[in-house]
Each structure stands twice: as structure tokens, then as C-alpha cells.
């Protein structure tokens, strides 16, 4: 994989997808991963030095194909430290996915009268536990969720149902020949959230997937490494939510939510 990104930029808002962005359901579609994390990519270029992404909404409109893909961004002012930043992805003239970001000036902080208990992620496992996803649809097939992210498990597993925490390492950059940032690496992982924590196990015929994705951080996290702790809740009418807590080495580093669909796993 030397040399692999997810995506190649051939002008400043022009893309590329690799195979790695690939999803598990359609090979002609991209895991909701990439898209996500390119759309923190077009946010940062119009975000100044002395400003934090504090919140991201992720919406994928439709399947993003593994075809060209062409960003847009416009930044609006609210206040004098307070800006809106929203961000498009387009293959030819449909609009696939959009996010829209809460953009807050920095500034030095009064040395707080009470700070919130530190919560500590577990360590990273050893090379042994790295986790073998399943398949899925995909087949034998370069996909995103296989090939270009790794997994290690602390608690909880692909196949079985219920709550997971996972350390991830993104094998290659986003964009190829840059280093990625620390708002694409965590945007690149939040959305396994719902997929490491289904209710529903690996071989059901019943799922819930995710209509959005959405993230609040503290900080931007450090090195390679990025630990999600999800879980996943429903409700009788058909709807659910997933809440992952998001971290590095380092401690907390924010939270995600997804908003989830029921649906029927075609062919089983």
C-alpha cells in the first residue's frame, strides 16, 4: 500500500477516490468514511489559524460514487468569533453529501474554579488483536472499513451486537502527499460508530444504518491513533441513535451522534 490515499486531489477542488474509499455494501459506492473526512478537508481550507471546528454535521444526500468529486465551500460570518462553514461534494452535477461546521475563534482561558474528571481510554491493544472486519456485500474487494483502516478492539467485536470500543489507525493519508489533520483522521473514523456497536448481529437480516453523522469536539486529536466507544440504542418505531465517545492517547476528545433507519439486508 505505498503510496495509497484515499484520494488524489488533481486541482484544489477536484478528487479522485481511490478503491480504499470503497464501502461494504456496493462497489460502486464509497464508504461513508472518506467523504466524511473530505468534507473536513474542503472546512479547513477556509478555517484561519486561530480557529477551532468545534462542531461538524455530516450529511451523505445520496450513495457517493467512486467517480470525480468536486468540493464546494462557502463560510459565513454569525459573530465576530462565531462563523458558519458549509462544505459540498458533487460527482458531475449531483449533489452527494454537504456538512455543515460551527467555527469558533480561540482565545487564552481563564484558569478554571472546576475541571471535569479526566476519562482515559484504555491502552492500545498489541499488533495480535488486530481485528478482522467482516465482508459483507463486498466480497473480496479493496474496501475502506478493511483495507485502509485498521482495527483493535478492547471491548465488543464486529460480529457480535452491542456496545464496542476500537482503536483505529488510518493506514494512509486522505489526501494523497499531505498529512492528514487531525479533523479529517477523526471524521474518517466517527462514522464506524453505529457499525461497531450494531444491535443486530453480523449474519441478521435486520439492520439500522446511520442517516447522519455528527460531531462536537473539545480538541482535534494527536497522533495516529483515534479510540471510538460506541454505543447503540432503538426505539420501537423504527428509529435509533448511536453516541461515541471520541479519544486519543491523550484522553477525550470529543463525541458523535448518528441518527439511525431500520432496514432489511437485501438478499438474506
Known amino acids: 500500500m505505498e503510496n495509497a490515499a484515499l484520494f488524489?486531489?488533481?486541482?484544489?477542488?477536484?478528487?479522485?477516490?481511490?478503491?480504499?474509499?470503497?464501502?461494504p455494501w456496493r462497489p460502486d459506492a464509497q464508504h461513508g468514511g472518506p467523504p466524511s473526512a473530505l468534507l473536513g478537508h474542503a472546512t479547513l481550507?477556509?478555517?484561519?489559524?486561530?480557529?477551532?471546528v468545534a462542531h461538524i454535521e455530516v450529511e451523505l444526500v445520496r450513495p457517493v460514487p467512486l467517480a470525480?468529486?468536486?468540493?464546494?465551500?462557502?463560510?459565513?460570518?454569525?459573530?465576530?468569533?462565531?462563523?458558519?462553514?458549509?462544505a459540498e461534494l458533487w460527482a458531475a452535477d449531483e449533489l452527494v453529501a454537504r456538512s455543515n461546521a460551527l467555527v469558533?475563534?480561540?482565545?487564552?482561558?481563564?484558569?478554571p474554579e472546576w475541571v471535569a474528571p479526566e476519562r482515559q481510554a484504555p491502552?492500545?491493544?498489541?499488533?495480535?488483536?488486530?481485528?478482522?472486519p467482516p465482508r459483507w456485500a463486498s466480497?473480496?474487494?479493496?474496501?475502506?472499513?478493511r483495507n485502509a483502516m485498521e482495527h483493535r478492539f478492547t471491548a465488543g467485536t464486529?460480529?457480535?451486537?452491542?456496545?464496542a470500543v476500537d482503536w483505529q489507525r488510518l493506514r494512509m493519508p486522505v489526501i494523497a502527499g499531505r498529512n492528514s489533520a487531525g479533523l479529517e483522521r477523526v471524521l474518517a473514523s466517527a462514522d464506524f460508530g453505529s457499525g461497531i456497536s450494531a444491535i443486530y448481529s453480523a449474519t441478521s437480516t435486520h439492520g439500522l444504518i446511520n442517516a447522519n453523522l455528527s460531531v462536537s469536539l473539545l480538541r482535534y486529536p494527536e497522533g495516529e491513533w483515534i479510540s471510538i466507544d460506541a454505543t447503540t440504542t432503538a426505539s420501537s418505531s423504527?428509529?435509533?441513535?448511536?453516541?461515541?465517545?471520541?479519544?486519543?492517547?491523550?484522553g477525550e476528545v470529543g463525541v458523535a451522534t448518528q441518527s439511525l433507519l431500520a432496514y432489511r439486508v437485501r438478499g438474506r
Do not use: K, M
Open 139 to 145: 466480497g473480496d474487494l479493496t474496501t475502506y472499513h
Open 45 to 52: 481550507r477556509v478555517v484561519e489559524e486561530d480557529e477551532h
Open 123 to 132: 491502552g492500545i491493544p498489541s499488533d495480535d488483536a488486530v481485528a478482522d
Open 68 to 86: 470525480t468529486i468536486r468540493t464546494a465551500t462557502r463560510r459565513e460570518n454569525v459573530s465576530g468569533r462565531v462563523h458558519r462553514v458549509l
Open 104 to 111: 469558533l475563534r480561540t482565545s487564552d482561558l481563564i484558569e
Open 238 to 250: 423504527g428509529t435509533g441513535l448511536c453516541v461515541t465517545r471520541l479519544g486519543d492517547l491523550g
Open 158 to 163: 464486529f460480529r457480535e451486537p452491542g456496545p
Open 8 to 23: 488524489e486531489a488533481t486541482r484544489p477542488d477536484l478528487f479522485e477516490p481511490s478503491e480504499f474509499t470503497r464501502g
